[in-house]
């Protein structure tokens, strides 16, 4: 047997524009997110989805310049006024495409196409990356082998505020990180109990008011005594009365913080830096992992 | 005969005043603003039975809910025994139930073991709170002065209403017993305790009385004192479950007026709704965006307000709270609560929160002006906030916190340009870029460069 050859292809990312230009439509439309488009480390899980989207050969295709803000953090900060005038700029693009199906990689933009654009009439089918890949790996079209080896490692999932509490979605997520068949461990905090990566409600771009500790330490501080086992630094934590932690310990090197949001991604990484853990602990997003297991990266 | 008359008095008087304070609460729920909160009767009721009814939510904690079931259950089946006492009371029969027999005999000896199981739980609720420290959720600014007594006040009442029982339970048995009289009924616990009492047939006759008089007179009471207190939630949660929310959490309600003003900029052949008129034909006056008090927020929240039992589960998950910020969500509750009686209608006992410096609040000298926002709840507790539902979630009764926070943020933002000056960046960093960050529109195609997929080509 001959061993593969990787081979590189270059992709060219298929415009929205070109596609209506021809009379095409496509199957689903990958709505990138202002993250996933300036933030230098989310650029990487864009690039990263569309490689799979490439790899599995569905047919799609994104705004480019003419997507904008969802005006998710306009409306959480309570500028209702900039929200709504963002949310019917984007109504009339996409309904001015016919657009039926809407993929994002951010809970925050998902949320709010899902939730808040259809009373102002924006009524779309729109699906989280999350869950976009759980379907791809049940059918079999992303078969998870051929990368990077994830067999043992451990990993822990953040849940996003938007995507968990907000939209009920908590097992998607978790289901794209078994099939890597990684050591998963839980939280003390996840599902509905878990904790805020801090970064929700505009929080993003600004400062935090004046508290003990900012609140992405916080988390990462779960999250690092989740994945080393230290059972006993978690009984300090409040929110949960119940549920222990998986015994311990153990090292913490090569562990993952798996996240599914691009603020939880910022904030997680910082509360790592601050931890002094970054050359120990990694913070991936789902479609990274999943590329990467899959091998398609290049 | 006499007796019944005065007990029938005393019944009338008792619900006469609670229906009065109940009056009273209901105009202060109505000032809110409207919510159309009709429809998915199957649903509401759902979650009736579910969250009220089956106490759903409490069990993510289980120590608290199981203490809370017993006295939740006590509550209702011990109710079946003051059915009796009412129509004891105002037919002056006695025991008029026991013609159920065996099941009578059920009914007593569930009451008598409940009753016992609420003193033991009621002893532990005490604990939790008055120890030093007391479970973390049961200190905060929120929880000084009247909401600090009340709770205790609720559970020396439960207390007093239990030995009462115990008392009339006792005393009638041992009277049936010196008589040589069979008392219908089982009473596992008072026949522990008949040997504490006197051998005198009249004394026993005045004591069962007496437990007869303050068991009842307590409950009526109590019924009366439920408007100004946090045990109100008994009632007013099973209405609040049923106006519950149905829509997803991270779904916030959307403000038509501004959807007008934005399609007719976008569509000047937009024609916007005429505005609602007065009933004598002039225009009402128009809304503020967002809420300043009370009267702003929607009527759901102010019920909400009624339902909290400022249990404190919604702070003690706050992300902001927990990492020592000022927001806590239980306290703009309570605050809601405050405001509206001291604005508009209060109940019989009515001692607002004043906060000071430990709420890092202005010494306040006008009380009646002072609103919601600022008055009682500064902007620093609201730009804390990080909207992500934990305190929604975790509420046993389905309050939501949330929604009155982003409406004071409108207020803030909309109608005083108040935000702090790094999220009118942000908010300018749309409106000029398209994204909340300082980028150039023309980049946001960047990421797509030099993008490269490794063909897994099979090589034969």
């Not at chain 2, 007990?7 to 109505?30: D, E, H, P, S, T």
Request: some cysteine; aromatic content about 8%; hydrophobic content about 45%.
């Amino acid at each position: 047997m001959t061993p593969e050859t990787p081979t590189k292809r270059q992709i060219t990312v298929p415009m929205m524009a070109d596609l209506a230009a021809r009379d095409e439509a496509p199957e689903i439309l990958f709505w990138v997110g202002c993250a996933g488009a300036f933030d230098d480390r989310y650029k990487r899980v864009t690039r990263a989805f569309v490689r799979i989207l490439d790899h599995v050969g569905v047919k799609y295709a994104v705004l480019g310049l003419e997507e904008s803000c969802t005006g998710d953090p306009a409306k959480r900060a309570g500028n209702e006024f900039l929200f709504q005038m963002q949310a019917m700029q984007n109504i009339t693009t996409l309904n001015g495409y016919n657009i039926k199906k809407i993929v994002t990689a951010c809970p925050h933009c998902f949320n709010t196409i899902k939730n808040e654009y259809p009373a102002l009439g924006g009524n779309y089918e729109v699906i989280h990356h999350s869950t976009y890949l759980q379907q791809l790996i049940n059918d079999g079209k992303v078969a998870v082998e051929g990368g990077e080896s994830f067999k043992g490692r451990r990993i822990t999932f953040h849940d996003s505020c938007y995507l968990g509490r907000a939209n009920g979605i908590y097992e998607a997520p978790r289901e794209v990180l078994a099939a890597l068949d990684a050591d998963l461990v839980e939280m003390k905090r996840s599902r509905a109990n878990g904790l805020c990566c801090g970064a929700g409600g505009a929080q993003m771009w600004k400062e935090p008011e004046p508290g003990k500790k900012d609140i992405n330490v916080e988390r990462a501080e779960e999250a690092l005594a989740t994945l080393s086992g230290r059972a006993e630094a978690l009984d300090n934590l409040r929110g949960v009365e119940t549920e222990r932690a998986a015994p311990g310990p153990h090292g913490l090197q090569g562990s993952i913080i798996a996240v599914a949001c691009p603020f939880c991604m910022t904030m997680m990484a910082d509360g790592v830096k601050n931890k002094e853990k970054e050359n120990e602990v990694q913070v991936f997003d789902l479609a990274e992992l999943i590329a990467s297991a899959e091998g398609i990266n290049a | 005969m006499l007796q019944s008359i005065l007990f029938l008095l005393l019944l009338i008087a008792a619900f006469g005043l609670f229906a009065w304070q109940v009056r009273k609460i209901r105009a202060n729920v109505l000032v809110g603003r409207d919510r159309d909160m009709s429809g998915h009767p199957a649903e509401r009721l759902r979650k009736v039975i579910l969250v009220a009814f089956g106490q759903q939510k409490m069990f993510k904690r289980l120590t608290p809910a199981l203490l809370h079931l017993v006295v939740y259950v006590g509550f209702l089946v011990i109710n079946i025994e003051v059915v009796e006492i009412i129509i004891d009371g105002l037919f002056h029969t006695h025991r008029v139930l026991s013609f159920l027999g065996p099941v009578y005999d059920a009914l007593m000896a569930v009451n008598e073991i409940l009753g016992a199981l609420v003193i033991i739980a009621v002893a532990a609720f005490w604990w939790r709170r008055n120890r030093k420290p007391p479970v973390q959720r049961f200190t905060g600014v929120e929880l000084r002065m009247w909401p600090k007594l009340d709770a205790n006040v609720i559970l020396y009442i439960e207390v007093a209403l239990m030995v009462a029982l115990f008392f009339m339970n006792t005393s009638d048995l041992k009277l049936h017993q010196m008589e040589g009289v069979e008392l219908p009924g089982a009473f596992p616990i008072s026949s522990l305790l008949v040997g504490l009492l006197p051998d005198n047939v009249t004394v026993l006759h005045t004591l069962e009385r007496l437990g007869w008089w303050l068991h009842i007179i307590g409950i009526l009471l109590f019924l009366n004192y439920l408007p100004s207190s946090k045990h109100f939630h008994i009632i007013i949660s099973f209405p609040n479950v049923w106006f519950s929310r149905l829509t997803p959490l991270g779904q916030f309600s959307n403000v038509d007026s501004i959807t007008h003003e934005v399609k007719a900029m976008m569509d000047p052949s937009y024609e916007v709704p005429a505005p609602v008129t007065n009933p004598d034909g002039t225009a009402v006056a128009p809304t503020s965006f967002g809420a300043k008090d009370v009267e702003d927020l929607p009527w759901t929240s102010l019920l909400n307000a009624y339902s909290c039992t400022e249990c404190g589960r919604c702070t003690s998950v706050c992300p902001a709270n927990l990492t020592g910020k000022l927001l806590s969500p239980r306290k703009i509750i309570m605050d809601t609560r405050d405001r509206m009686e001291e604005k508009y209608n209060s109940p019989l006992i009515f001692h607002p929160n004043v906060y000071g410096e430990e709420a890092k609040h202005e010494p306040i000298t006008d009380l009646a002006n002072a609103t919601l926002l600022r008055g009682k709840v500064t902007p620093e507790e609201l730009w804390a906030c990080t909207t992500c539902n934990a305190c929604v979630e975790s509420c046993p009764v389905n309050i939501n916190p949330l929604e009155s926070i982003v409406e004071m943020r409108r207020f803030l933002v909309l109608e005083e340009s108040a935000a702090p000056n790094s999220l009118n960046v942000m908010f300018s960093n749309i409106e000029n870029n398209g994204a909340p960050w300082a980028f150039s529109p023309s980049d946001r195609f960047n990421w797509a460069d030099e993008l490269f997929v490794a063909e897994k080509a099979s090589v034969a």
